[in-house]
Every structure is written in C-alpha cells, then in structure tokens.
C-alpha cells in the first residue's frame, strides 16, 4: 500500500510540473459552458449569424429542463470531446515509462508489477476526476443560473457512477499499455473500445448489465430522474478487475 502511495503521488507531482490539472480543468469548465449556453442562445447565435435558410425556430418551444441541459452537456460534450482529450492525457502513462527505461528501474525497486499498475491506474483516475469535477460543478452552476434549480445531491451521484466509467476507461489504457508501445496506438484503441461500449450500452438496458458502460447508463439515469439499477456498477468492476489482473500477468511475463 505504501508503494502505491509513493508511485501515485508521483504522478500527481508530474501532473503538476505538466500544469495538466489547470489546462485539462479548463478545457473540461469550457465544454461544460458550451453546451448551456448553445441551448439558452441558438435563436440568438442563428440570428447574429444571419439566420440560416430552412430553419425554424419555434418561439413556443418548451423551455429546457435543466437536467436535460446537463444530460446533454455529459453525453455530447464530455463524452465525445472530453473523453479523446482526456485518453490523450494519459495515453502514454505506461509505455513512455516503458520506451525510456524508467519502468526497468522502477521494478529494480521493492515494487510489484500489481503495486505499480495499481498506482498508474488511480493516479490517472484521481487527475482525470478532479479536471472533470471542476468543469462540471461548473456547468452545473451555470445550468442552473440559466435554466432552473436542479438538486446538487443527483448531481453529485451522477458524478460518482460516472467516476466508475472514466475508471474502466483508465483501466484499458493500462492493459493495453503493458504490451503495446505506441502511445497513439493505444490512446486510438482505447477511444475505439469505449465508443463501442458506449454504443452498445446504449441498446438496452438488459445488455447493459453486462457491460462496463453500465456505469454510465446508471450516471445518466440520475439525470433523468429514472429508475435506478445499481446491478449496473457490478459489470464494470468486474472488467476493471480483469482489466488489472490480465495487466498484471502481461506485465511479468514481457
């Protein structure tokens, strides 16, 4: 446990001197204000661009519920944009380490292959939740400034379930990283897999329950005011821990 501590805080130290926390944080606050005020202001951006032909704004339209502003902020702003920025970020946390040696000398150390993929895995995870927590308070506050109140505590669980998601995301960049060297290699087939299962879990929701997108189906339920079936955090723990333990033979064995 004390290695994992050390080596994570080795990579928050690193996040650090990169300054990801602030320009990663900054990137995720602007998608979380875009999408706001798209919604509050089209007519007025349609309008100030000219108008454009074959569109028509209903002036009798319905308001926009905020929960549905924030639905759309999470599900066509941060995971699509947010999630490629965010694989890129730390797409070569293993197989830089790899190619340049560190890794070698790392394991000369009383550190275990499970100890070190441990620490990449939530050192990764705690940076990425923190940069998508502040955008996110953000957009919310400013949903709610524009549109109407929505209660923090659903909020605040969307965030949690959502944190699982972005931790299964993390876990496949790790896996792939203990046998592929490219670091674009790997930040492309991380983004291909997490498209897939976000496709995928968006079938249904019996086929969700077997499947690491789960998690957000269960995120996003919190900001529908639907049902909510926490049978849906299971199968993405369970591939997170394949995840680590297949990580970790791959690891030993090359």
């Known amino acids: 446990m004390r290695n994992i501590f050390i080596l994570g805080k080795v990579e928050l130290l690193e996040a650090i001197r990169n300054i990801k926390f602030v320009w990663l944080a900054i ?12 919604d509050k202001y089209m007519d007025v951006i349609i309008k100030s661009l000219g108008g454009i032909d074959g569109i028509m704004m209903d ?12 639905l759309a902020t999470f599900s066509g702003q941060f995971n699509q944009i947010g999630l490629i920025v965010l ?19 790392i394991f000369t150390r009383p550190v275990s292959n499970l100890e070190y993929i441990v620490s990449k895995l939530f050192g990764n995870w705690f940076i990425s939740m923190v940069c998508i927590s502040v955008g996110s308070i953000v957009s919310y506050c400013y949903t709610i400034y524009l549109f109407d109140y929505y209660p923090f505590i659903n909020f605040l669980l969307f965030l949690l379930f959502y944190s699982l998601w972005i931790l299964f995301v993390i876990s496949i960049a790790v896996l792939l990283s203990t046998f592929i060297s490219s670091s674009i290699f790997i930040g492309i087939t991380t983004i291909i897999l997490a498209m897939i299962f976000m ?7 019996t086929l969700a329950l077997f499947l690491p997108s789960g998690a957000l189906t269960l995120a996003e339920s919190q900001l529908q ?10 199968a993405p723990i369970i591939y997170i821990v394949i995840s680590l333990y297949a990580a970790k033979v791959i690891i030993k064995k090359i």
């Open 27 to 38: 990137f995720f606050t602007i998608l979380g204000v875009t999408q706001p005020l798209i």
């Open 59 to 70: 002036p009798n339209a319905p308001k926009p519920l905020a929960n549905e502003v924030l």
């Open 87 to 105: 694989v890129i970020s730390f797409m070569g946390m293993i197989a830089t380490e790899k190619n340049s040696g560190v890794q070698g000398f």
């Open 199 to 205: 496709l995928l879990g968006g079938i249904n929701e």
């Open 225 to 234: 005011d639907t049902h909510s079936n926490y049978l849906l955090m299971i």
